[in-house]
């Protein structure tokens, strides 16, 4: 038994939050993607009428290939679920997210969501947030921004690709990875950074989840409310 076997367990047992005619986010990163694959054989075969919204073209290529309904989030005026992962979970219960570069549309979704659901190995679990924070950017700013991270005790670095390219996000922009070292206050940081010219989202995520599955090595899950 291991991690992708709790993960397959888990999904299902998500499930249960599914309703007829729900709007769903679809996140991004593995766990997403074990619970759409899930989630397209449990819509068939209890013939619900679902529209999912997903949050990077990799989570919408899996969705269309299993036979879900999409729909962008432009569309909709309500999301009643979003099923999501997360790169950590500190003690408050805020995430950090970001590492796969959905941060933007990801954050929408999961404030306008009327339930959230977020799927993690134990692994991602921490008293205090000690990893780099993603940050959204315009590339214009990128320079200023940079300067201004390090006055407030940041080191940016610009996310690229394996041969040097930036990496671009699927709205054109760019991703500073910013180390902070141990953070103990997420929110206020979080507000520093959003109050610089130029940022476009920060990957502290303040909404706290209504549910939390904890995958385990042994292949069990727990669920934290």
């Known amino acids: 038994m291991s991690f992708d076997d709790a993960m397959k367990a888990l999904s299902l047992d998500a499930l249960k939050f599914v309703k007829n005619g729900h709007v769903i986010g679809l996140g991004s990163g593995r766990a997403a993607t074990a619970l759409v694959r899930s989630l397209a054989g449990f819509v068939k075969t209890k013939k619900y009428d679902i529209r999912c919204v997903p949050t990077s073209m990799q989570i919408k290529l899996i969705a269309e290939n299993v036979g879900l309904q999409l729909i962008e989030a432009d569309q909709i005026d309500k999301i009643d679920l979003v099923f999501d992962g997360a790169d950590q979970i500190d003690k408050n219960r805020f995430l950090i997210k970001g590492g796969g570069g959905a941060l933007l549309k990801e954050n929408i979704l999961i404030n306008a969501s009327k339930k959230v659901v977020i799927i993690v190995d134990k692994s991602k679990f921490v008293t205090n947030f000690n990893r780099a924070i993603p940050v959204e950017i315009h590339p214009s700013a990128r320079s200023i921004i940079s300067k201004t991270i390090l006055k ?74």
């Open 152 to 225: 407030i005790g940041g080191k940016p670095n610009l996310r690229t690709l394996e041969r040097g390219y930036p990496f671009v996000t699927e709205n054109g922009n760019v991703i500073l990875d910013c180390h902070f070292g141990t953070i103990k206050n997420p929110k206020n940081l979080r507000e520093k950074i959003l109050n610089i010219a130029g940022v476009l989202e920060v990957g502290i995520f303040i909404r706290k989840p209504d549910v939390i599955y904890k995958a385990k090595s042994n292949g069990k899950f727990d669920i934290l409310t």
